[in-house]
């Protein structure tokens, strides 16, 4: 959940930056080309079309060192072509060299008619270099607001519901019932660097508070600490080990606590974007309470498997998380396996708002899930074992205000469908409030 939550909340710097580099072909399809121009740009070495061509060829095959001999030799004959020197400082920040790449960016603004494409490129380029050189970052997102809910305490759509095998009319204090709250949340990352390969020391924090305006007993908050080492396997691919933490209270009550651990992995799928998977495990310590009088028997051991893309394709943005769920709990009718995917589709655009440009994300979701229950539930029916659908569908609106100050507006549409009537719900709800980022 909280890588999920992260990245929707979180900007991470270096992906557009890196954008801009040549997208590599199969050597295969460039090879001919690639010996022609070498063998050219050696019998006419102040041709800087042909230079130019055979960088171009080399950095579609990845040989960036043979690139960088081209353009240097480029600017050799013409100091004066700052998209030659833009280039060259894109290629060394591919090999790390950061100092070197720097100084060509550097050099390729300094001339009052630089293309404004070229300066927007080299000044995304210097930030992620700053951001990569710095003994530590940090990111924080604060959201807080008012939503607004047609079904807050999660109740059946229907009072006619399964008690004991038989049907039973459900008192209408348990029905669903609409609600307001007043929330605010906060997703936090520090890393603590140890080496330019990408090693660091990790921690994240994410925290929520819900306060209901009726439904008392749907008090929320929750608290989870990640803490753990990132091993870098160069500059697009790592792995990390973690802790976990976790508290939960409910209808003001202690609700439950978790320990347990985790293994992460992500890599950078040349220009497409972000793959990372993941594996955490929690043993969940459930509380009884005056609202939640069995929630003991949900104690048990939680595991949660899922893949997280952020990908780019030309004009279209999405991102995507599929996910395993396993939970083994002390009375079988509360353990199941589920399996869930989710999609948004980040749409990213510029207005001019209080007199300067502002960035605005609308983004379209969609997910669904499927929960297998592995014994009946006697109370409610001692032969029929659960099975939900549960269908999600909403959008969130970003708007960029002054600074790293904005407004969030979310919309989400949520039904269950279930072999049992207790637990078949809908609920539409939307919330409205400020954000900040820094």
Known sequence: MLGLLAAMGVAASGASAQQSAVKPVPASAVQPDYDALFAQMYQRPSDLDVSFKFAHEAVARGDYEAAIGALERMLFFNPDLPRVKLELG?????????????????????????PADIRAQVMAYLSEI?????????????????????????????????????????????????????????????????????????????????????QRQFNLGFIEVTAGHRVGLGQDSSFKYYAIGDKVWLGDYSYFNALGGGLSARTQIGGLGLVEGYVETRHRRFSDSNYFPTASDQSGDLLTAAILTDFRWGGVHWTTRAGFDSNKAVADYNSYKRYSIDVALPIEFVLPVFGAPRAFV????????????????????????????????????????????GLRTQVTYTKIDSNLPNYRTDNLSASVGPTLRF
């Open 90 to 114: 894109v290629l060394y920040f591919k090999l790390a060299s950061y100092e070197i790449a720097r100084g060509y960016l550097l050099d390729a603004i300094k001339g009052s008619n630089v």
């Open 130 to 214: 700053d951001r990569r050189l710095a003994p530590y970052e940090y990111s924080v997102f604060m959201h807080s607001g008012m939503r607004y809910q047609t079904n807050a305490n999660i109740g059946p759509n229907d009072l006619q519901v399964r008690a004991l095998g038989q049907d039973a009319i459900l008192d209408p204090r348990f029905g669903k019932k609409p609600d307001w709250n007043a929330f605010q949340s906060v997703a936090a990352a520090y890393a603590y660097k140890l080496n330019l390969r990408g090693d660091a020391i990790e921690t994240t924090f994410l925290g929520l508070n819900s306060r209901q305006m009726t």
């Open 362 to 405: 609308f983004a379209p979701t969609a997910g669904f899930s499927q929960a297998s229950y592995d014994a009946p539930n006697f109370i409610v029916d001692p032969v029929i074992v659960r099975r939900d659908q549960e269908y999600r569908y909403g959008a969130i609106f970003d708007a960029q205000l002054v600074d790293n100050i």
